[in-house]
């Protein structure tokens, strides 16, 4: 009976907005697509900001700090996070940041909280590169109707130019002052979508609703955005505001705020090691698809080469079962020493000696019974 209450409300508000809003054309959907993309990639090219995020689930609490640059097919990431409420483990201290860095088709990564932490891949290293390296594109922060904090997994470049939807209907219609254009979408994947489009804001996206009626209850996801111009006709958003609601609880709410944004093109370094803020003498390991990982040291000159002494006293072999780095390191130098191979000569030579002892008490028993 709840469910189908719900069902009627939301048929009733949207069919009263329907009457009151001038229809217009299904395929001006793409062009307003187009329009948002355009505004988020061309008119801010070359830009960064700082955003903190705060996302309440339950009992738990996330606090984030994230830091942005953005142009061409580059960007830098910095974000830490610490996580508050009766279940957190660590009582709310700050965790060391986090580094990824997109240039080219490498991606540079580095955890500061593990002091040899700092890696350099092929994009196409990981089948999902933007999960596991922390990875979302900042230019569409606001379009995606998941948490900011989970966008790498969910949704790295938010819900615009994506395949997966086509619009179902478009209508103007007032929201908040703002005059905007409405379009519903019907998702292959997931549930249908509503997307609030602003003209005056250089066409950007000021809300979006999902919903689907489960099992248990209606579940809506709906994000709120609140646009700023932050350069002479530049909009970008300042506040966006992600709640969930299930069966009419609230279940989550994020936060988050732009509390900085600067135009103009970011320096170039800050797009390879440089912008991990990696201490002199760290170390970086490259990795490639088919050979070897090999290891260098940041200097004020620039990446130098490791020796292979280096390696093994940075990665020593006791530390081998810790690291599969260290596993090979390990392993080639030992195959190039005399030591090594002394030691295997003498663990081959060890091995027959025992085969040859059970053989022959084998072959004794075996005689020793016939004769009987």
Avoid at 240 to 264: C, M, N, P
Wanted: glycine share 8%.
């Amino acid at each position: 009976m709840k469910n189908g209450a719900a069902i009627v409300a939301i048929s009733c508000v949207f069919f009263a907005s329907v009457v009151s809003a001038e229809v217009l054309p299904v395929d001006q959907a793409k062009e307003l697509e187009r329009i948002a993309i355009q505004s988020l990639t061309k008119t801010i090219e070359g830009a960064s900001f700082e955003l903190q995020i705060k996302l309440i689930t339950g009992e738990r609490e996330i606090n984030a700090e994230m830091s942005a640059a953005f142009v061409d097919d580059r960007l830098r990431l910095k974000q830490r996070h610490r996580i508050l409420g009766p279940q957190a483990s660590s009582s709310g201290i700050w965790h060391e940041p986090c580094y990824s860095i997109l240039k080219e088709d490498v991606v540079v990564y580095r955890n500061a909280a593990y002091e040899h932490g700092t890696w350099v891949e092929p994009q196409s290293f990981y089948p999902d590169l933007y999960g596991s390296k922390r990875i979302f594109f900042p230019q569409f922060i606001g379009t995606a109707t998941c948490e900011i904090w989970q966008m790498p997994e969910n949704s790295p470049r938010g819900f615009l130019g994506q395949g997966d939807h086509h619009a179902t209907l478009i209508a103007e219609e007032e929201l908040d002052g703002l005059k905007t254009i409405r379009v519903n979408y019907e998702q292959k994947l997931f549930a249908p979508i509503t997307v609030w489009y602003c003209p005056d804001r250089n066409g950007l996206i000021t809300k979006m609703l999902e919903s689907a009626l489960t099992p248990s209850g209606l579940h809506v996801k709906e994000v709120r955005v609140d646009l700023k111009e932050w350069g002479r006709g530049v909009w970008f958003p300042e506040t966006i505001k992600t709640s969930t609601r299930h069966d009419g609880t609230t279940t989550s709410q994020e936060i988050a705020q732009v509390t900085e944004s600067k135009l103009g093109v970011p320096e170039d370094d800050i797009f390879g090691i440089a912008g991990v803020d990696l201490p002199f003498g760290g170390v970086v390991a490259y990795n490639t698809m088919n050979g070897p990982v090999t290891y260098s040291r940041w200097t004020k000159e620039g990446l130098r080469p490791m020796t292979d002494a280096e390696v093994l006293e940075v990665f020593p072999p006791t530390s081998a079962k810790y690291s599969a780095p260290a596993v090979q390191v390990a392993n080639d130098l030992a195959q190039t020493q005399p030591s090594g191979r002394f030691g295997q000569i003498l663990w081959i030579v060890n091995v027959l000696a025992i085969l040859g002892l059970v053989g022959y008490i084998c072959m004794k028993s075996y005689f020793n019974r016939q004769q009987k």
